[in-house]
């Protein structure tokens, strides 16, 4: 997003293609509805007002991800009969980076840094009057972007009881039980099952992540709606490969068992985690 930071020693010239030049020439052939926040956002960089992205972020800011907010509720709107809640910006606070706006540097841990940009924190609310009264469940499928999003309510504001499949592994919000937090994992549940409790879903990848399109999801889906037949998910089967991997690997599954004997759990139990985790 910001090239011209970058030190020219640092340029590696570039022939090949990329992810995301061959991934949006692709999408252009299809009907399946997409919207291009990297296009948009490079495209309307000298001329926004704020900041889009925070030259010490690896992030958008919070206003950019209002923009993307309201965007793709607009898009929904357009693509069903169901008009979703309004996001409403009532007025914008200026000031010292937060949320994400400063995390790259941080994680620099620079003796100094670079001027903040124009940082602006709308202060927003949901707009329920002319929404309609069917709601709908999303599920949205991202990277870290969604964060944001997902925080300041987006999931369950605009829409209803929206989950957040992090990275196709885990799944957010997580559950709570006699005080504990409850993870839930995508390798634990009937994938199919899982779908079919959703109105729409939602994936949200930005270009460093292009290299894993969908994060296994596309093709998981693909294959129990229209190549299994029987649309069976076979979590289990799935567990056991991995475990029979990783115990066929002698250097891993000596990690394994180094995990086990530091988290003080049997050698069975890491290696499920591991496989889990896979």
């Known amino acids: 997003f910001y090239p011209e930071y970058i030190p020219n020693s640092f340029f590696v010239k570039q022939n090949s293609k990329t992810n995301y030049q061959q991934i949006t020439k692709k999408l252009k052939h299809t009907n399946l509805p997409y919207i291009d926040v990297n296009r948009w956002f490079i ?3 000298d001329t926004s007002t704020y900041t ?29 009969d169901v008009h979703l809640p309004e996001i409403v910006c009532d007025s914008l606070v200026f000031g010292e980076a937060k949320y994400t706006d400063n995390d790259i540097g941080k994680a620099m841990n620079l003796f100094w840094i670079k001027d903040d940009l124009k940082l602006a924190y709308p202060e927003i609310r949901y707009d329920n009057s002319k929404a309609s009264k ?12 969604y964060w944001g999003m997902h925080s300041i309510g987006f999931s369950d504001r605009v829409f ?12 957010y919000p997580e559950t709570y039980k006699d005080g504990y937090t409850i993870q839930k994992y995508v390798a634990l549940v009937d994938l199919k099952e899982e779908i079919k409790k959703f109105d729409l879903i939602i994936l949200l990848q ?15 889906a693909y294959d129990m709606f229209f190549v299994s037949g029987d649309g069976i998910d076979r979590k289990s089967d799935r567990l056991k490969y991995f475990m029979e991997i990783i115990k066929a690997d002698k250097k891993w599954f000596n990690l394994i068992k180094e995990k086990a004997k530091k988290q003080n759990i049997s050698i069975e139990q890491a290696l499920h985690n591991d496989a889990v985790y896979m």
């Open 43 to 45: 495209g309307m960089k």
């Open 160 to 171: 209803s009881e929206g989950e957040f499949w992090y990275y196709f592994h885990n799944i």
């Open 134 to 145: 069917k709601k709908l469940r999303p599920m949205i499928i991202g990277d870290s972007f």
């Open 52 to 80: 889009l992205i925070n030259r010490n972020g690896i992030h958008w800011t919070r206003y950019g991800e209002c923009l993307v907010m309201d965007s793709i509720t607009k898009f929904v709107n357009k693509l069903t």
């Open 206 to 220: 930005t270009e460093p992540n292009l290299n894993k399109f969908g994060f296994g999801f596309i093709d998981r």
